[in-house]
């Protein structure tokens, strides 16, 4: 099957994910878009990096790509076609997740030869004799001795169990792996270790990345482009050199200017942002980063931003595009 | 008077485990001055958590803490019992844990839990309390304060949790604060609101600070002091822009270059990393733990391993090699 260049592996459009949160007692339902609007292209072969604070619908927006989350509105796309025409099982063959924290991913009653073999058993790929082979080949390529198929994962170290995470994950062959902060729960040597492993692998098997994670460094060494997301709309989207030596959005700024690099000559930074991250089931009118925005202009207040596209980078701010460039320039 | 608030000197810990004697923390050294910052830097399994346990008191009932010398403010800890140590826990050294989530109690009020450890020391002043408690919340930068001291824990962000466990900690003014990874559970921008706000409180009190982490960024940008921990030992020293700018051993080599830094790192390119795992520290212990994980290793490490140099301004670690040897790898590049 041939995909023309241009077809990005994965790609959504115009998707929302509306929750219907209880209030409590005779209080109702109300609504909470816990993502809202997002369109977001993942080129084949790219890293895409997608960034922001914890309760900005990054992990909602991963469970709709994976296909265990429903979108209550939009499309999601594989290859540009639709997701509506595949079946749970043909999702999870193009597309499979590696979690955060290696010590809840995995089973600690299985052993980790059943761990990595699961998704073959459950997809009837091959012959049940070849896939003790299979196991073993995946071990080779994640750099885990073989010994380690008999053992459980509480025999594992912390790094051991994220590769075990990486060996199912990639064992059914998939396009595109969803890494939703795979090294946040690790020690930074392993970090290392783990961040050149993926990056090897993608080189060797050809792999898409959508890489989730609230490490601003990871994501500059790893991505090709980042999506910056706050309250389930992403604000700004650019190639990751344009994304940080010239971030536009003001919470793209505010996040650039909180990443501690180990230089001792700075100080600890001051990113203006307030300390309250808005209710997302009563959003803040007009431009949802008003409240906390050093840039704030009354405009924003009223009325919600429009998507500005230049040179293929997207913002959604009222500083930019229309009028707003001399408010900008002012 | 000097200005030393605690003087720990040949601090071990030891715990006898099915397999034979764990000895995850094998005789460090360190002070701390008022107004000073030591950052404890290392990865998991390495001592600094148990250290500050210890420093508290509150090893688990297993574990034997020994010591040279462990002086709070000119007072012997060593010695004291049960109910002198909990005299100073809590209102002349306190701890910040690194869970919020875990570390308040669900079933108590937010000013029920503030008041609490300010009434353990000061009997009967329930009114001053509560004081207390609006007066360092609103320093820590939380609004509506009197209103908040009604709330439980779940109606709170992770940040103001930890918030809240800082303005805890504070409640009786102490002179020493342990902050035991404070911001890890918590986002980037709140991170560096917390680390700020840390920095901000320990000047206006003049507290001396242990914090500890296993991140670089955070050390860099906070310390005064360093302390590189490896295998239950303080490997390398010093002032922190002499650490970081000439990092001497090997380990702490290893670790500035397994971290993206934007803009140094490049992309596509392997970042450094330290092969092979953390030591076992059961049984019989000899030389220098990171010998089998360093580039430099040679025989003399087995033998000599703890050979401790110093240079000047204070930075000191502890390496067999010369000071050429290990010197010349820092600023090569790492083999892949």
Not at chain 1, 90 to 112: C, E, G, H, M
Not at chain 1, 118 to 147: A, C, K, T, Y
Not at chain 1, 149 to 168: H, I, M
Not at chain 2, 76 to 94: H, P
Request: a neutral charge; aromatic letters at 4%.
């Amino acid at each position: 099957m041939s995909t023309p260049e241009d077809v990005p592996a994965l790609e959504t459009v115009d998707v929302s994910c509306v929750f219907q949160v209880n209030q409590g007692f005779m209080r109702g339902r109300r609504p909470l878009r816990a993502v809202n609007g997002v369109s977001l292209r993942v080129p084949r072969g790219k890293v895409v990096g997608l960034v922001g604070e914890s309760g900005c619908g990054k992990t909602t927006l991963a469970q709709i790509l994976l296909g265990l989350l429903r979108p209550t509105a939009g499309d999601v796309r594989y290859d540009g076609v639709s997701a509506s025409t595949f079946g749970r099982r043909d999702v999870a063959r193009r597309i499979q997740p590696i979690f955060q924290d290696p010590y809840s991913s995995l089973n600690p009653t299985k052993t980790i030869r059943s761990i990595v073999s699961l998704p073959l058993r459950i997809h009837r790929v091959g012959e049940p004799s070849e896939w003790d082979d299979r196991v073993m080949q995946m071990l080779d390529m994640v750099g885990l001795p073989r010994r380690v198929a008999g053992s459980y994962p509480s025999q594992l170290s912390g790094g051991q169990r994220q590769r075990v995470a990486v060996a199912r994950a990639l064992i059914m062959r998939p396009e595109v792996v969803i890494c939703d902060e795979p090294t946040s729960a690790l020690d930074v040597s392993v970090q290392s270790q783990i961040l050149n492993l993926l990056q090897d692998l993608k080189d060797e098997l050809g792999l898409t990345y959508l890489l989730i994670s609230h490490n601003l460094a990871v994501v500059e060494h790893m991505a090709d482009r980042v999506a910056v997301m706050y309250l389930g709309r992403i604000v700004e989207e650019a190639d990751t050199e344009t994304l940080f030596s010239n971030p536009r959005h003001p919470y793209t700024r505010a996040l650039l200017e909180s990443v501690l690099t180990p230089d001792p000559r700075l100080g600890v930074p001051d990113s203006h942002l307030g300390t309250v991250f808005p209710n997302p089931i009563d959003p803040p009118s007009g431009c949802t980063f008003h409240p906390r925005c050093v840039d704030c202009m009354d405009v924003c207040k009223a009325s919600a931003p429009t998507t500005t596209v230049e040179a293929g980078n997207r913002v959604e701010c009222h500083l930019y595009g229309g009028d707003g460039k001399s408010r900008a320039a002012a | 008077m000097s200005s030393t608030v605690l003087e720990v000197h040949n601090l071990r810990i030891e715990i006898p485990v099915a397999a034979g004697l764990l000895q995850p923390v094998r005789g460090i050294s360190f002070g701390v001055d008022k107004g000073e910052t030591l950052c404890i830097v290392g990865e998991s399994g390495c001592g600094k958590s148990l250290t500050s346990l210890a420093l508290m008191g509150l090893l688990p009932k297993a574990a034997v803490r020994s010591a040279d010398r462990l002086e709070f403010r000119g007072r012997d800890l060593r010695g004291l019992g049960e109910r002198q140590m909990s005299d100073i826990r809590g209102a002349s050294m306190s701890m910040i844990f690194q869970e919020p989530m875990t570390s308040l109690n669900p079933a108590y009020t937010i000013g029920n839990q503030l008041e609490e450890a300010y009434l353990r020391h000061h009997r009967g002043k329930r009114a001053e309390a509560r004081d207390r408690a609006i007066y360092l919340l609103e320093k820590v930068g939380i609004s509506a304060a009197a209103s908040r001291l009604k709330q439980y824990p779940h109606q709170l962000s992770g940040g103001l949790r930890q918030r809240v466990m800082i303005a805890m900690a504070l409640m009786c003014g102490p002179e020493l604060i342990i902050a035991d990874e404070p911001t890890t559970a918590l986002d980037v921008t709140i991170q560096a609101q917390i680390l700020h706000l840390l920095a901000d409180l320990q000047r206006e009190f003049e507290m001396g600070m242990i914090l500890i982490t296993h991140d670089l960024g955070i050390v860099a940008r906070v310390a005064d002091k360093v302390a590189v921990m490896y295998a239950g030992k303080i490997v390398e020293e010093g002032p922190c822009e002499r650490v970081f700018e000439n990092p001497m051993h090997p380990y702490t080599q290893g670790l500035l270059r397994c971290i993206p830094v934007p803009g140094k790192t490049r992309r596509g390119e392997h970042l450094g990393s330290i092969p092979g795992l953390v030591p076992n520290l059961v049984g019989d212990i000899r030389g220098c733990m990171f010998r089998n994980r360093c580039p430099h290793a040679v025989d003399a490490c087995l033998e000599l391993g703890d050979t401790a140099v110093s240079l000047d301004g204070g930075h000191a670690y502890t390496c067999v090699r010369d000071v050429e040897t290990i010197r010349a790898s820092s600023s090569e590049p790492q083999p892949a």
